[in-house]
Nanobody
Framework: VQLQASGGGLVQPGGSLRLSCVAS????????IAWFRQAPGKERERVSC?????SRSSSVQGRFTISRDNAKNTVYLEMNSLKPDDTAVYYC??????????????WGQGTQVTVSS
């Protein structure tokens, strides 16, 4: 089970980015995929998750939308109206079936998102 996160970069406040998380070694319909982020000096927080069973999703930020493409075995995080506080390393992670606050067994390598003018 492997996850590969990408799509981060430098963006101005108010801009948008789409992160991708490509899964290999398993199919998305059996796993929940979550996006976490960690900023320097702060605890890691879960920002969005999509269930493997019914694609039910949740996001702590109304500006973020999670989706998945089963054919590409990829989960996306669309981030809009970005703010400097969104600056962090973003990770994708997988756990069986349903979203939860813990139990994520596989993690991607992280992608840096920097929001700055």
């Amino acid at each position: 089970v492997q996850l590969q996160a990408s799509g981060g970069g430098l963006v101005q406040p108010g801009g948008s980015l789409r992160l991708s998380c490509v899964a290999s070694g398993f199919t998305l319909d059996s796993y929940a995929i979550a996006w976490f982020r960690q900023a320097p000096g702060k605890e890691r927080e879960r920002v969005s998750c999509i269930s493997g069973m019914d694609s039910r999703s949740s996001s702590v930020q109304g500006r973020f939308t999670i989706s998945r493409d089963n054919a590409k075995n990829t989960v996306y995080l669309e981030m809009n109206s970005l703010k400097p506080d969104d600056t962090a390393v973003y990770y994708c992670a997988a756990r069986p079936y349903l979203c939860a606050s813990s139990g994520y067994r596989s993690w991607g390598q992280g992608t840096q998102v920097t929001v700055s003018s």
